[in-house]
């Protein structure tokens, strides 16, 4: 296999709604989305500091705490796809609905260098700031799919998949610099 046909660590895959979006919840969509992106934000928080020293200090990745970072990720991209319009399911804590992502589990002491994670997020710079913008457009393009949405009961396509690349192009930077599933530093692409 070439290095071109091997796969990425991180893997996303939204699915474009094939029936038409509901109005209403669309319409009430910030206010709905609150609970959830309170739940999402509580869930969220030292994971990445306890990865980072456990490859540093001990060269381990335990399956369990891969396995709870991998759900929660699961869990927070459900939770984007329904801010940003991309489905009508409210997001489940359990089950993939209409977002299939995958994240492989790494071999840390042959694919995974002791000391990167200690630099990992700094490397990783030069996508904040692209994505910093890419996300700005992404802001844009979730205002223009809810009133697309709320006229004709469908969220355009072009704009869904730019939604799906941003979202996916972010996961893959936080697969290297903060979940450490790979040290393959990230493409800079949507697809």
Same mark, same amino acid.
């Given at each position: +296999?070439?290095?071109?046909?091997?796969?990425?660590?991180?893997?996303?895959? !939204?699915?474009?709604?094939?029936?038409?979006?509901?109005?209403?919840?669309?319409?009430?969509? @910030?206010?709905?989305?609150?609970?959830?992106?309170?739940?999402?934000?509580?869930?969220?928080?030292?994971?990445?500091?306890?990865?980072?020293?456990? !490859? *540093? &200090?001990?060269?381990?990745?335990?399956?369990?705490?891969?396995?709870?970072?991998?759900?929660?990720?699961?869990?927070?991209? $459900?939770?984007? &796809?329904?801010?940003?319009?991309?489905?009508?399911?409210?997001?489940?804590?359990?089950?993939?609905?209409?977002?299939?992502?995958?994240?492989?589990?790494?071999?840390? %002491? #042959?694919?995974?260098? $002791?000391? +990167?994670?200690?630099? %990992?997020?700094?490397? *990783?710079?030069?996508?904040?700031?692209?994505?910093?913008?890419?996300?700005? #457009?992404?802001?844009? *393009?979730?205002?223009?799919?809810?009133? *697309?949405?709320?006229? /004709?009961? $469908?969220?355009?396509?072009?704009?869904?998949?730019?939604? /799906?690349?941003?979202?996916?192009?972010?996961?893959?930077?936080?697969?290297?610099?903060?979940?450490?599933?790979?040290? /393959?530093? @990230?493409?800079?692409?949507?697809?």
């Amino acid at each position: +296999m070439t290095a071109q046909s091997v796969p990425y660590a991180a893997r996303l895959q !939204i699915d474009h709604p094939t029936a038409q979006l509901d109005r209403l919840t669309t319409f009430f969509r @910030p206010i709905w989305a609150i609970p959830i992106l309170v739940i999402a934000a509580a869930l969220t928080g030292i994971g990445w500091f306890a990865t980072a020293l456990m !490859i *540093a &200090a001990r060269q381990r990745y335990p399956r369990w705490w891969f396995d709870y970072s991998r759900e929660l990720t699961r869990f927070t991209t $459900r939770v984007g &796809a329904y801010c940003a319009l991309m489905t009508d399911h409210y997001p489940s804590t359990e089950d993939e609905q209409e977002v299939h992502l995958e994240l492989d589990y790494p071999d840390v %002491k #042959v694919s995974l260098n $002791r000391w +990167m994670p200690l630099i %990992k997020w700094f490397l *990783a710079i030069p996508h904040y700031v692209v994505l910093f913008f890419a996300w700005i #457009v992404a802001f844009f *393009a979730v205002v223009i799919a809810w009133f *697309a949405i709320l006229f /004709t009961g $469908r969220y355009p396509e072009a704009l869904f998949a730019y939604m /799906t690349g941003v979202i996916r192009w972010t996961l893959r930077v936080s697969a290297y610099a903060f979940l450490m599933v790979t040290d /393959t530093y @990230p493409p800079f692409s949507l697809s």
